[in-house]
């Protein structure tokens, strides 16, 4: 099975000391040592306001976590582990490899339509507005 | 209908009047985000209003966006109003490939409390301006 990459997004309460969510962290790193998944990246978004109650919460604290696996076990587990955490008031987990597969695709094809225009007369499908770019 | 009586006879202040409300139907798009506005007014002759409005092209494709991230609640909250509902491209000019995009980014960022859900009375602070439609009369 090909590696996949994971976001994991999860709020914490506002009031949370920071050596709590710490402890969230290094366990989300504990099971990813233990099932094989590598953290990529960690970016704390600090407070933030909720677009809607959480847990009678206006605000929460974000965290945010790219996570790149092989087993998908782990995603289960780490979401299992966060449902439990009483810190923890929401957690989202997307996979996000197949997204940027089809953007690498789609970068890749508008290269090569940009490299053929010069061959040929005006291109027939207008898929890149480049001159309307000045309107609004 | 006395108030519309008075002001058919009184022509200085009729105009003015007529411009505001349009003659049948008024204008349905005050919901418009950003770049959704018909653009100036000018002295537009009433019943074609339609056909000046500037020609909106995807927002998404100018710029080059082969991924829209759910992360970016500033671009997603473009395009929803603002009780959360996802804005119709016909209104904001989206093609249809980013539109379905966008739907699925803004349902995820829905999911982690970044962007309302349509339905959610919570947290919603500018009023609607409303008062507009409620001045047209049935005549």
Redesign the interface.
Known sequence: MEERLY?L?F?VRPATPEEEIKKVLSGIEHSCAEKGGKIEKTEHWGTR??????AKH?E?IYV?QQIRTNHGELIAELERRLRVQDVVI???T?RLDE??K??KK??QK?EQRTARRPRRAPAAPP???EQ??A?? | MTEEQKQAQAPSSAPRREGGSGGHGGPRREGGPG?GGPGGPGGRPRGKRQYFR?????KF??E?M??ID??RADILSQFVQER?KILPRRLTGVCSRHQRWLGVAIK?A????????AG?A??TQAPRAVAATVEAPKA
């Open positions: 976001d997004i709020i306001k909720l677009a809607y109650r959480v206006r929460g945010y929401k957690y989202l997307v997204d940027l089809r953007q789609l970068v508008r898929a890149a507005p309307t770019a309107a609004s | 770049g500037k020609k909106k092209v995807c494709c100018v080059k082969d991924f759910y992360k959360g995820r829905r999911n982690i409390a970044l962007l309302p859900f959610s919570a947290g």
